[in-house]
Each structure stands twice: as C-alpha cells, then as structure tokens.
C-alpha cells in the first residue's frame, strides 16, 4: 500500500510536465510566447504628479490588472531618451496598487511595462521657475493682518522681483498689492482685508497656488484694566472692541455678567464709537463677562472679587399688571401714532376677528357690594348696607314687583339682613319691606316711570367704590351677607361705566378708548353667556376680579374730576363717544376667536412684550399669545412704570433662598416676553439656591412671592434685576 501511494506521488508532476509541454507547443503554432501569455488580459496605468519643481521630488504610482485579480508583483517604470525608452526603476505593485519617486532635472515622459504590456505614457513637466505662497494665519478677524510668506524661484534659483498679489472675484482675479521681493528670493506682507478672500502670487506667467484666507467680519473682545478686585465696591474698567461688516462698529452693545455658571445678564449697555469703548464696572462678587451684539460674542472674562454681604437689593422692573393681552398704555401709544381700535386689537390678540353682533336684551348683573369666597381679599362681608338716592324720585319693590316705598327727594335707604335670612328695607329707621329679594328703582332710568325725565338722577351704595346712574339695585342674602348687584344694559349703560382707562386720552387717542370698548364688551358678553354666578348673584363683579366699573362716576366724569348732577361731564362724554363710536343699532363690536366672543384680557402696560396666558396663569389660550410690545415703553404712551424699583431685606433674602448670606441674585429664567419664573441666588461661599427649588414657575406667582417679603410693590412679573446695595 505505501509503495502505490509513492508511486501516485511521483507521477502527478510527470503529468504536469508533460502539461506545460504540450501547452508551450501551442503556443508556438499560434505565434505567442509564454511570457506573452502571462500577460494576456493585463492592465497598467501610470498616475500621480503632471509637474514638479526643479530638485523636488514627484510621486508617480502604479495600478496593475490581471484579468479580476490585483496581483503582486514587479513592474518596470521607463523613461522615454530620445526615441528609445530606458528602465529607470523597478515599482513593487502591492495587491494591484504601487508607487516611486522621481527627481527628474528636465521635462521627461514616463511609461510603464509588465512582461509585454506597457501603460500609456505620461509627461512629468519639471518647472524651473514658480512661486510659493503660503498665509499666517489663514483666519483673522476684520482690523488686523495675516503675513504672506512669498518665495520667487527663477532657473531653479531664488531671485528678486516683484509680484502681484492677487485676489479672486467671481472668475476674475484682482490686484490686491505689488510686492518687492529681495534676492534672496523670500518676501512678507500684511493682507488685512475685510472680506474673506482666495489669494494668489503672479510674475509674469508664472502663478502661485491659491490660497484661502477667512475674515471673521463681525467680532467683540473685552479686556479689564484689572482682574482682581480688593474689594466688593471696587471697580475695574472695561475696555471693549467691536467689528461689525467688517468695519469698526458704531452704536450699542451689551456687557453681559454672570455668577459662577448661571445664566448671563444684562449688567450695561455700552455706547461703541469708532469700533472701541470703555466703561466701569463694580461686579460686587466674583463674576464673568462678556460682551455681545447681536449674534456676536467677546470671549469671557473673569473677574476675581472679595464678597461683601449686601444689606439688601434693590428689585428693578418694567410694566404693571399680569401681563396677557392687552397693553393700555401700549394701545394708547398706538393710538397717537395713528392707529385703528382694529390694528390695535389685532396686535395685541393673536388671530382674533373684530365683528359686529347684536347684543342681549336682559341686564347684565354686576356686583357693586358684597361676598365672594373665591376672591376673599375683595369681598365686602356686612349684614346691612346703605344706599342714598340723588337728585329725583325712587322706590322699593319686592319680588314680586309690589311697590313698598317710595319718594321723590334725596334718601337714604338701609339693607339688611333680616333674622329668617330674608332682606329689609328700611327708611328713617322703619321696615318697609321684608322679602328674598328687594329692589331699588330711581328716577330716569329704564324701571322707573316715566323713563324720559331729564333728570340725572343716580345712587350711591356705601362701601362700593362706584355711582350707579342706570339700571336698578337688586339686593339679596348670600351666606348672611348682603349681595348688591346693579342690573343694566350691556352694550351702553355697564360700558359707559367702565373706568379701566383714562377718558383724556380719547382728545389725541380715540382708538384706544375705542378699542378698550370692545375689548370689555366682549369680556363682558361671554360673562353673561356663562350665567349667573350663585356665589355673588351677578354675571360679573366691578373691580380687578373682572372689570373696573364706576358707572355714573367714569360716565359723567368732568373738568375737575367731579361727578353728579353739577359735573359738566366733559371727559365722561370723551368715554362715552368712544363707546358709542363701537356700536350700530343694537349690535356692538367685539372680538371673537373661532366665532366665540372672547375673554380679553387687559393690563396697564407691559414691560416691552406680552406674555402668554399659560406662562402667567394655567391655560393656554389661543389668542393670548406673547407678542413684542415697544409701545408700552415709548413715552409718548405716558406709561409711568416704563421702570420701577422695590426693595429685598437681605434678612428677606436669606430666608427666601434658605441660604446663611446672599450676595448676589440673577433673574436665571424668564418666560417668552420676559416674565421672570426663576430668581438664582449666590452666597459668600459661593453656595447657589433658586426659587423655585425646581423648574420655572408661573410669572404671576412670581411676582406676588416677591411682594409678599418685598418693601414697596413689584408692579409686574417683568423684574429686571436685583441689584446688591452694599454697606456704607
């Protein structure tokens, strides 16, 4: 069995010999050799360089195919000598791919040859003479320079000239600057352009490669003339450096602070002339800066400091009121400025329509007197009430309509409540009427006959803070209080007493009275739409709670802020056109979302933009949107709280952010249109709290947590700052 196996061992390469043989001689009768064959299907190129500098050295690579295989193996690159091509060096090809290096010292062609196969010829074109250029840096900012760095090269050596640096717009390349190069063959210049530009080097014929140089064409930087203050009343001042366009800027910028890593804030406003500035600044704690414009950002800057504790802060605002919808002081500006109640509306409530609808025949009911446990800081908790009747007749009717009373002088009629819970009426001391209900009706209104006297008669109820001059008094018992609400015509007689803004704007600002008008209309209109409110007997109350009605007061308002039957009634009459300037008929303007009359709300002013509904109270509201504001800041709105201060104990402080000292304290989050929901404290040691503990709040409540321990109001959630006011 071995000896077979051998015997197989040794006649497979008498068979492959005879193989190859007989192969070699077929070969033969059809004219080819065997290295011929062994090339047959190949494929060899010649790449890399086209030129290259006298006494560089050129890269020149290799590729080689033998059918789909990338074999290794060894080529020959040949240098073409007259008409005779010479191997000048052997390329090991590695996998299909190679390459070598050349140093030729003239124009010289190159091909490539493996076994009968050569590659197309290539020219390696060797250049006596050329430009290097090179920049540094190849960034800068517009005002300062980076160095080109030029060599010029002729017959392979250095030599003196001058070139032309050139930069490229479009397709066309420009002059920038001529350039003396010395013999040594080496030159520097300055570029400061205030464009990014691509550069390049010429003499004659001869061109450089391009080169890219970036401008960063808007830049800030800040320097302080010192770092490191003794003290926290020192100061230290900064010098700013502003390009804008690539220009030397002109106009506002702002230094930025900020404690540790908290947010950055507002610390001045800086005037720039001719791109620089200086300014002082007493940081009172350990802070960075910065300085931005625009979208533009100095690097950040830290200033040392040795803490003083504050004996208190100094909270800086803007705006008063809640700060959804409707700027009063903005419209007012608006107005001035020639705008239509409609314009004013529509910037103020996002996608609204201002339409006309016909409005309802009942009365509105407003509480002028009585309780409200939803609002109890409001409320009036008495068991009896006196009304007094002015200038004409009146009477007292029960429920039922029954007359009970009644007189044609001034009187005074008391209210109250009755042991069974019923209601009196009494005059001079006497019980005219008991009943669930008791109403008053008086001269020249609605419910009292005749209705056309001249007379202006009108009542006035202890303890409201209005004059009711239409409609009637409907008086009752709610929870052992007394409840007195006016009953009256919406669209003229309740808007006629809205006191919400002042009348003497309608002399140079009509539209803003105008726009008021509608916008209480509609506030009103989806009141009465809702019904009768069980805990105060009314559609709506006359203060803060809903709206501020003083009827007869607001409507017959005159010179010197009088009302009654001797006012002249000249700014109410101001109102009152103003109101009927939105009505047609029975229909009044008013503002409507999807169809629907909507809850307007309005405020004084605000603090340069509006807030949305969610970000002060709960629900997000479509047509309550935070919008810019400028109006309300312009002075021609008259709007006194364009800033104000209050001021924080810095026991107040301590105890607010449960911190043992406060030295510092930074409005950290603010809500689209600014409204604060985050104060961020800093101690001596550096410890930081934030109110609240976690996440933002609501800016309302913001703001009403700071009045709480604050001395003075915080008018708005737009607080600014809080400012540390050291010891003297």
Not at 343 to 359: H, N, P
Not at 437 to 452: A, F, G
């Amino acid at each position: 069995m071995r000896h077979m196996r051998h015997m197989r061992h040794v006649a497979v390469p008498r068979r492959r010999s005879l193989l190859v043989v007989v192969v070699a001689a077929a070969l033969v009768l059809v004219g080819l050799s065997p290295a011929s064959a062994a090339t047959s299907g190949t494929t060899i190129k010649l790449g890399g360089s086209s030129s290259v500098r006298l006494g560089s050295a050129a890269t020149l690579t290799a590729s080689l195919r033998v059918g789909s295989s990338k074999p290794t193996a060894k080529v020959s690159l040949q240098a073409k000598k007259g008409s005779t091509w010479k191997t000048v060096a052997t390329v090991k090809v590695t996998k299909g791919s190679g390459k070598t290096s050349v140093k030729p010292t003239t124009t010289t062609t190159y091909r490539l040859k493996y076994g009968s196969r050569v590659s197309a010829s290539k020219k390696l074109t060797v250049k006596t003479s050329w430009i290097s250029f090179g920049l540094s840096p190849a960034s800068v900012k517009a005002g300062t320079a980076t160095i080109a760095k030029i060599r010029l090269v002729r017959g392979g050596k250095p030599a003196a000239g001058t070139v032309t640096v050139q930069y490229r717009k479009g397709s066309t390349w420009l002059r920038y600057k001529d350039v003396k190069v010395p013999a040594s063959g080496y030159a520097t210049t300055k570029l400061a352009p205030t464009l990014s530009h691509t550069f390049r080097v010429v003499r004659g014929s001869v061109v450089s490669s391009s080169r890219a140089l970036s401008v960063d064409r808007d830049w800030a930087s800040l320097s302080f003339s010192s770092t490191s203050l003794p003290t926290s009343t020192s100061t230290t001042t900064a010098t700013i450096r502003w390009y804008a366009a690539g220009h030397p800027g002109t106009g506002t910028v702002t230094l930025q602070q900020r404690t540790g890593s908290g947010s950055w804030k507002t610390a001045k406003s800086v005037k720039v002339s001719a791109g620089s500035a200086t300014v002082k600044i007493t940081p009172v704690v350990t802070r960075s800066y910065r300085v931005l414009v625009g979208k533009t950002s100095s690097s950040t800057v830290k200033v040392a400091v040795t803490t003083v504790i504050p004996t208190s802060f100094t909270i800086n605002g803007s705006g008063f009121g809640h700060g959804v919808g409707m700027s009063q002081y903005g419209a007012y500006a608006m107005a001035q400025a020639g705008k239509s109640a409609t314009t004013i509306l529509k910037t103020y409530y996002t996608g609204v329509d201002v339409t006309s609808a016909a409005m309802p025949a009942s009365p509105l009911s407003v509480q002028v007197f009585g309780p409200d446990p939803k609002y109890a800081a409001y409320e009036d908790l008495s068991t009896e009430v006196a009304v007094r009747v002015h200038d004409g007749g009146w009477r007292v009717r029960t429920s039922a309509g029954s007359t009970v009373a009644y007189g044609v002088d001034d009187e005074k009629v008391t209210f109250a409540v009755a042991p069974q819970g019923e209601v009196t009426a009494s005059i001079d001391g006497k019980v005219v009427s008991t009943d669930t209900t008791v109403r008053l009706h008086w001269e020249s209104t609605s419910y009292y006959y005749p209705s056309h006297t001249s007379k202006q008669t009108y009542v006035t109820v202890a303890g409201a803070q209005g004059a009711y001059r239409h409609g009637r008094l409907t008086v009752t018992n709610i929870g052992g209080h007394i409840n007195v609400v006016n009953d009256l015509e919406l669209n003229t007689e309740y808007l006629n007493g809205i006191a919400e803004v002042q009348s003497s704007w309608g002399v140079n600002g009509s539209a803003a009275l105008q726009a008021q008008a509608i916008a209480a209309r509609s506030f009103a209109l989806l009141q009465f739409d809702k019904g009768i409110k069980s805990r105060c007997g009314c559609h709506l109350r006359d203060d803060v709670r809903d709206q501020n009605f003083t009827g007869w007061k607001k409507e017959n308002e005159g010179h010197n802020g009088l009302y009654g039957s001797t006012s002249d009634g000249y700014y109410g009459s101001i109102w009152r056109k103003a109101v009927a300037a939105t009505i047609t008929g029975d229909a009044g303007m008013l503002l409507t979302s999807g169809g629907e009359p909507v809850a307007a709300h309005y405020y004084s002013a605000s603090g340069g933009s509006t807030l949305n509904s969610e970000d002060v109270w709960v629900t997000a509201v479509p047509y309550e949107r935070s919008v810019p504001d400028p109006w309300s800041l312009k002075t021609s709105s008259g709007n006194p709280n364009i800033s104000w201060t209050a001021t924080l104990s810095q026991a107040a402080a301590e105890k607010y952010f449960g911190l043992a000292d406060v030295v510092s304290i930074a409005v950290q989050k603010t809500r689209q249109g600014g409204g604060v929901v985050r104060l961020t404290a800093t101690s001596s040691s550096g410890t930081t709290a934030s109110v609240p503990r976690s996440g933002p709040g609501k800016t309302d409540a913001m703001r009403a947590d700071l009045n709480a321990i604050a001395s003075g109001y915080v008018k708005s959630p737009w607080v600014k700052s809080l400012k540390p006011v050291l010891p003297k």
